[in-house]
């Protein structure tokens, strides 16, 4: 689907963006032209950028924190 009209991005051109790096709007403006003519394609850009990040970025599982071991002053 496009995006944005004015410069012909796609919501998969947004997809391969975030899979390079891409975390915010300001990066798909840098990176791929959007929103920098009429700025109507804001929200749908917003959208693909955070459904492509619930996919991509993934949170790491956190480990479970390991106990502290103090030396014993002699």
Known sequence: MYVCV??????????RAVQEG?????DLRSLLGV???CGRCAQ?????LDDAKLRHCQPRPVSA???LH?????
């Open 35 to 37: 929103t920098e003519e």
């Open 44 to 48: 749908c850009a917003k959208e693909c």
């Open 65 to 67: 924190p390991q106990p």
């Open 22 to 26: 891409a975390t915010r709007l300001r």
């Open 6 to 15: 004015c410069r012909a991005v796609t919501d998969k051109h947004i997809d």
């Open 70 to 74: 103090f030396a014993r002053a002699a």
